[in-house]
């Protein structure tokens, strides 16, 4: 075989089509892979459409093999304020996909290093987002079923190549996995729930299509007292929110969206969605207008989507020990057991093994850990001290 491995900008539509495709060919054969879609992908690298542009920049290449034949693909990304958010300036990689060949793979690492290098960045995280966590980030490791919505999914060999070359593993990334069968739960979550439900000052809402803007103000005031508060995590803002619900319009069923309430207070929300997967795996990476309406037709009537992704879960610190959580699981138990609502699986994405109260709350449902992804960190400084993720 003839190697000679070059590295190729992707700077206009023909390569944006290799790099988008690339993947296509390696997967053939694995029935888990699902294509994520292009519009998904493109918009992260669109400077119009992604606003990290504003502070940072990006670049992508595609990896050409002696007969110019795809056989990788890598980005490389960085925004200007990485400095207060690690000890050294820390730029990202992404999309990284590629042969079962080291060789190759250090090709696209070296060159993702000297241009993040250039740009003042001291490390690598990888691989990751050019945009927030929820999507696209971690290097599956164990757990190799179907992916969820926009997360990655590669195979077992990608952990050897980013090893190979010096990455060290950050943090894990979790996802637990819970079957939605009526009774299954922790009988604790029925006693304190079931009490909670009691007191009038608390109340439990499915969301309303008609009124979205009053819980997107409520989700706005629950992330900030809830979440803003750990390091690295910035305040949302009404029009990001309304940006995130817009978004969500397509596919969202106000069933499995709870929120909670003290006296009117909004002190907690459970943020679940259809696992769209399920359905546009069928549609080769397009969105067009015509898998719109497939899209939409699929989960509202067909319901063809059996799973459902928690996104986002919490309560207010002051009510974190008053069994809100109990509440909000026993209402969305009491939808799981409605006859036209047919989801079996709950699986929740994104449970970092640096937030150990996140899992115990997570295990305390009945969920196990159903796939783990690695965040590897590379130090440019090969001689510093390599430390992993903080616990918070």
């Known amino acids: 075989m003839n190697k000679n491995y070059h590295l190729v900008e992707v700077t206009n539509r023909k390569l944006v089509r290799i790099f988008l495709e690339m993947p296509v060919s390696l997967y053939k054969n694995d029935k888990n892979w699902i294509r994520p879609l292009d519009d998904d992908i493109e918009k ?90 929820e999507m696209f980030w971690g290097c599956l490791y164990d757990g190799f079923y179907e992916p969820n919505y926009n997360m990655f999914y590669n195979y077992k060999y990608y952990n050897d190549l980013f090893e190979g070359y010096g990455f060290k593993n950050y943090f894990n990334q979790y996802t637990f996995h819970t079957d939605l069968i009526p009774d299954k739960m922790n009988p ?67 069933r499995v969206m709870i929120f909670a309430y003290y006296k009117e207070r909004p002190i907690g929300f459970f943020i679940m969605i259809p696992d769209i997967y399920q359905v546009t795996k069928h549609f080769n990476g397009r969105f067009h207008f015509i898998n719109k309406l497939r899209l ?72 196990k850990v159903y796939k783990t992804h690695i965040t590897y960190r590379y130090l440019f400084d090969r001689h510093k001290k390599f430390e992993r993720a903080a616990t918070i």
């Open 44 to 133: 992260i690298f669109s400077p119009e459409r992604n606003k990290l542009f504003r502070k940072g920049e990006a670049i992508r290449w595609v990896l050409l093999n002696g007969r110019n034949k795809p056989v990788g693909r890598i980005a490389a990304f960085y925004t200007k304020d990485e400095k207060g958010k690690n000890e050294q300036p820390t730029g990202g990689i992404g999309f990284f996909d590629c042969i079962n060949d080291q060789e190759a793979a250090d090709t696209m690492f070296d060159a993702a290093k000297e241009w993040l290098k250039s740009k003042g960045m001291e490390a690598i995280d990888g691989p990751i987002n050019f945009g927030s966590r």
């Open 188 to 254: 604790v979550i029925y006693e304190r729930g079931a009490e909670i439900r009691k007191n009038n000052n608390f109340t439990f809402k499915n969301i309303e299509r008609k009124n979205l803007d009053k819980y997107e103000e409520d989700f706005v005031t629950i992330f900030n007292e809830t979440w803003a508060r750990f390091p690295g995590v910035k305040p949302l803002t009404k029009q990001q929110t309304v940006k995130m619900f817009d978004k969500m319009k397509i596919i969202l069923d106000p």
């Open 296 to 367: 939409v037709y699929n989960l509202r009537i067909r319901k063809v989507s059996r799973k459902v992704i928690g996104l986002i879960f919490g309560v207010v610190p002051e009510f974190q020990n008053k069994s809100v959580a109990d509440g909000m699981i026993l209402l969305f138990e009491d939808e799981v057991r409605q006859p036209d609502l047919k989801y079996t699986d709950l699986e929740m994405n994104w449970i970092g093994d640096f937030n150990p109260k996140m899992i115990k709350l997570i295990e305390y449902l009945g969920a």
